[in-house]
């Protein structure tokens, strides 16, 4: 007795699986490939790709909203005290400003084995900075001596192991962060002193600002590769441009009887100055190893992160300013 084939519902009798010939319904694009010489194979869909959160930051490797709103939030920091009847609020805040820097550079110093000693740093920077908006210049500089002294006195009492190394460290950090601060409040000391540090600091915006919209929009050629990958001749370029017309205005409209030519000068050193400084940073930074220098603003890094193209022009805008706007 023959036992009648069982066939699987809906799929006949001729069933690929069973070694027969596949109907066309069944057949595959390699088994019809070669019988169609005009038949073409549809490659595979590719998935479609997964956002990626990094890609919401801008080119230049920043959180963009975050980094307005704390450059916002900076800036009333800055212009309230400044332009209020106390004016020494001002002065404590570029003190406070001293001591946060000087505690992230000297935390940062530390990942190559340096040790300068902190509190008297921060504390003989502070006093540093205070001294020279009442004493002037000179004081400036006796701070300056007065702090590595105490630093040098203090880090005797450990080890002599890396004594040098720290007393370099302590000398640099002192230099870098509190003295070069201390010109930001001489020149606060003028009667017009608000519109000397507002010409100072505005002119530095603008240099960071063109730099950043050029550099990011036709950014091609590389400043300094190995130091500052992202800093580009182009952005130079609109450094130049915004800072010099930026320092035209800000002299025609805050200072009298004083060229906008001059204002150009000003506006030009300022890119030169901040540029130098911002490169000065990335190469301490890339020598640690560090992206930043700390992580207190959003979207910016340290506050060293911020200050490190002011930090170089501070000096360098007191020098032009009381060159070139008469008391």
């Known amino acids: 007795m023959t036992t009648p084939e069982t066939t699987t519902p809906g799929r006949g009798s001729a069933d690929p699986a069973d070694g027969a010939a596949p109907s066309a319904e ?20 590719e998935p479609l790709p997964v956002p990626d959160l990094a890609e919401k930051r801008s080119r230049a490797g920043r959180d963009l909203p975050a980094a307005i709103a704390v450059a916002v939030v900076l800036g009333a920091l800055v212009v309230v005290p400044l332009y209020s009847p106390a004016r020494w609020v001002f002065v404590a805040v570029v003190a406070v400003a001293a001591a946060v820097g000087t505690r992230e550079i000297v935390l940062a110093l530390r990942e190559l084995g340096a040790a300068p000693p902190l509190v008297p740093l921060a504390v003989g920077g502070a006093a540093t900075v205070v001294l020279a908006y009442r004493e002037g210049a000179e004081a400036l500089f006796l701070g300056l001596a007065l702090t590595v002294l105490a630093c040098l006195v203090w880090r005797l009492a450990d080890p002599a192991d890396g004594y040098l190394r720290d007393v370099a460290a302590t000398a640099l950090v002192a230099a870098y962060v509190p003295f070069l601060a201390g010109f930001a409040v001489l020149l606060t000391a003028p009667p017009d002193g608000p519109r000397r540090v507002t010409a100072f600091v505005v002119a530095v ?56 030519l001059l204002g150009v000068v000003f506006g030009l050193a300022m890119v030169v100055t901040a540029t130098l400084g911002d490169l000065g940073e990335s190469m301490i930074k890339r020598d640690i190893g560090v992206k930043d220098l700390g992580t ?25 300013l009381t060159a070139f706007v008469p008391l």
């Open 26 to 45: 069944h057949r595959t694009a390699q088994d019809r490939a070669p019988e169609d010489p005009g038949f073409v194979e549809t490659p595979p869909a």
């Open 205 to 260: 915006v603008c240099s960071d600002v063109g730099g950043y919209a050029l550099g990011v929009l036709v950014g091609k050629h590389p400043m300094a590769p190995s130091v500052s990958p992202k800093k580009s001749w182009e952005g130079f370029a609109g450094s130049l441009l915004l800072a010099g017309v930026g320092g035209a205005v800000l002299f025609l409209v805050m200072f009298d009887d004083v060229s906008p």
């Open 296 to 320: 207190l603003l959003p979207g910016h890094g340290g506050l060293m992160d911020r200050l490190d193209s002011l930090l170089p022009s501070a000096p360098v805008a007191w020098l032009l």
